[in-house]
């Protein structure tokens, strides 16, 4: 597989890459992986050039520096991962492919693969040669190192660009060049196993059998792992985009501790394409919140064919004022789109991608942008297109209920675009995933030396196969006069042996755990957070040690405590959408009081009733069917839970989906 680089902006394409740890591993855990020279004299990590000590990296020649960092992001791993077989990687600096718009940075692949060994998990499964070994014990292939990877000597002599050359080093303090650490991370995790050796273009397993990896490939729409499914369906997974998820059970609880909000469009009139929209966030203009941004959707014009794109003069300036443009993806820079409808006084930027298939990419950049932007599909476009006539509203924001890349079940999307992008498809991270991932197709300035969510990957192929995943059934965040209430509840507490509690004021940390007043209901834990300041939100995971040393991170959720003026709150349904099912309304009241509890719909027509009532102080919890007053299942599309007392009014959005 290759790892590529392409100029655009800050993103830079990968086509295999490594991890991002906020799960840590086993302190215990140790491998031996040593770095190969594969190179001729006086080339690659031989390379005589003289050098200045950088960023921790002590080398005084160009050679010197490359084997030391090579070695440096072999022992991250090493210390991560358990084998008593040692892992040998054959590596070279070589001249490959790098223009001024896009290089190739490295590539690597495993040089055997095993299968029906003893120890193997899978019987009739492919294991890439490290896992093999670790699995059996013994070195099945002794006459040939683990895998092989190359990386790209070019960049040293600036074929990509001004300025963008391999940074070598610990520090992370690459500045315009271009980071090796991560990129050597990154291939190092493909040779050891994160990468599928079934053809994506044709569907076809690799000798007739399937991989380990995968095993744990799931078909969402079809509800089936690539072990079960078909060539034809394979093939067809794998341009699926956002069907295409992992289904192991730790990678899936690693997702939902380490990946954020996602970002949404949500329509909320007319009620005919009423919902939730997925999104591609610009690298531009601000950061998409929890709040979001809402106005009324204009089609903007230039009055050129196509005139939608704005590559020419806006002609309707006026309309746009205060408004969100719409604008169709075409021949100029999102970036030149961003800044002419902003220039006409928008509020917002909605581009509409040109082809079928995907999310337009949104890229560039421009500190001066200051509108929020984002990119919706070919389909969804033209669908707000036919309800202009009426007025279309929308709201930009991120929901703390979903993943950013990730479905709906929270299963992490991979990486499937149509068409095939050979050496990327199939065995990276989905680029939707929020924050960037070190094993996505794409590398960006934010990746170090962490392995984020493929640790838990890893455990679910077999590197950690004594490691039994621990699960939450509940976890919930509730602001109260007195602090913030968190609630949870495990599977299985079985396996559990600490758990910390852990508090940011962003959803992507710094994290620092805290101290709290614990409490037991049922089968529920409490732990109030007295110590939060009123009117901030704050953020809680748990951080856990299960009884074998494995620590992992589970859960996020989010609160706020109340104010002396604000003794009622209400929280986000659960689960948010609903999905023909049941969602759970849970709120407090400061004082005894009457209450009324109802759903409406967009247009403010209240749809169903669930309480009026005089309620006691406290906590309450009240179920929604889906149904409205009469007994039929509504509509679906968007929803609002409304909240009245003498406290105040406090309203929550609920999508229906069916």
């Known amino acids: 597989m290759t790892f590529k680089k392409h100029n655009r902006g800050l993103v830079a394409c990968l086509a295999l890459s490594l991890l991002v740890a906020l799960t840590a591993g086993n302190a215990l855990a140790s491998a031996t992986i040593t770095i190969v020279n594969n190179n001729a004299a006086g080339v690659g990590f031989n390379d005589p050039a003289p050098r200045a000590p950088v960023g ?18 072999a022992n991250k791993w090493g210390n991560i991962l358990t084998s008593s077989v040692p892992i040998l990687v054959r590596s070279q600096f070589a001249a490959q492919t790098c223009t001024a ?15 029906d060994f003893a120890g193997a998990p899978f019987t009739g499964t492919w294991y890439q040669q490290s896992l093999a070994n670790r699995l059996n014990g ?79 490939l799931m078909d ?59 999104v591609q966030t610009a690298s531009f203009g601000p950061a998409i919140t929890l709040g979001g941004f809402t106005g009324d959707v204009v089609l903007a014009e230039d009055g050129t064919v196509p005139i939608n794109d704005v590559c020419e003069p806006i002609t309707n300036g006026g309309s ?75 709201t930009i924001l991120l929901n703390p209920a979903l993943k950013a890349g990730a479905d709906n079940s929270g299963r992490p999307f991979m990486f499937a675009p149509n068409p095939v992008q050979s050496g990327s498809s199939v065995s990276h991270w989905d680029v939707s995933a929020s924050p960037n991932l070190l094993m996505e197709p794409a ?89 939060a300041e009123p009117g901030v939100t704050y953020y809680y995971h748990l951080r856990i040690t299960d009884r074998r040393g494995q620590k992992s991170v589970v859960g996020q959720t989010y609160g706020q405590r109340l104010t002396e003026a604000l003794r009622i709150s209400l929280l986000n349904p659960n689960p948010n959408p609903v999905v023909g099912g049941v969602t759970a309304l849970r709120y407090r009241i400061g004082q005894a009081g009457h209450v009324k509890l109802t759903i409406t719909d967009v247009s403010g027509r209240q749809v169903r009733t669930l309480q009026d009532e005089a309620v006691r102080a406290g906590e309450h919890v009240q179920q929604w069917d889906g149904k409205n007053n009469q007994g039929s299942a509504v509509a679906a599309g968007v929803y609002f839970v409304r909240l009245q007392s003498t406290l105040g009014v406090k309203t929550q959005r609920v999508t229906v989906v069916r």
């Open 220 to 278: 969402n729409t079809l509800g089936l792992h690539w072990d079960q499914i078909t060539q034809a369906q394979r093939a067809a997974s794998a341009i699926s985009i956002n069907h295409l998820v992992w289904d192991g059970a730790r990678g899936k609880a690693e997702a939902a501790a380490v990946l954020g909000a996602r970002p949404q469009l949500q329509v909320n009139s007319p009620g005919a394409i009423a919902g939730n929209y997925d």
């Open 138 to 216: 013994t070195d099945l292939s002794a006459a040939n190192p683990d895998m092989t990877s190359t990386f790209n000597s070019n960049i040293d002599l600036g074929c990509f660009g001004p300025g963008l050359l391999w940074y070598y080093g610990t520090d992370g303090l690459e500045g315009a060049n271009i980071e090796l650490l991560p990129v050597i991370m990154h291939e190092l995790g493909h040779g050891l196993g994160f990468a599928s050796q079934t053809n994506a273009s044709s569907g076809a397993y690799n000798g007739g059998f399937p991989t380990a990896y995968d095993h744990f």
């Open 443 to 531: 590398i960006n300035n934010d990746l170090h030396d962490t392995i984020d969510i493929t640790h838990g990957a890893f455990v679910d192929i077999g590197w950690f196969p004594e490691t039994v995943p621990v699960t939450l059934d509940e976890f919930t965040a509730l602001g109260q006069a007195d602090g913030v209430l968190v609630r949870w509840h495990f599977t299985d507490l079985a396996d559990v042996g600490t758990i910390t509690l852990e508090r940011a004021i962003d959803a992507n940390g710094p994290w620092a755990p805290q101290q709290t007043e614990l409490g037991q209901e049922a089968a529920v834990t409490t732990a109030l957070d007295t110590s």
């Open 56 to 73: 921790g990296n002590p080398g005084l020649t160009l050679g010197d520096q490359r084997l030391f960092i090579f070695q440096y992001g």
């Open 320 to 394: 746009l004022v205060g408004k969100f443009a719409l604008v169709d993806r075409g021949i100029c820079t999102f970036v030149s789109k961003a800044l002419a409808v902003q220039a006409a006084g928008a509020s917002g930027m909605i581009v509409v991608n040109n082809v079928a298939a995907g999310l337009p990419g949104m890229g560039g950049a421009d500190p001066s942008i200051t509108i929020p932007c984002i990119g919706i599909s070919l389909a969804d476009g033209n669908a707000i297109k036919a309800q202009l006539g009426g007025g279309v509203n929308v």
């Open 101 to 115: 718009t896009s290089a190739v940075l490295g590539s690597t692949g495993a040089l055997t693969i095993h299968r």
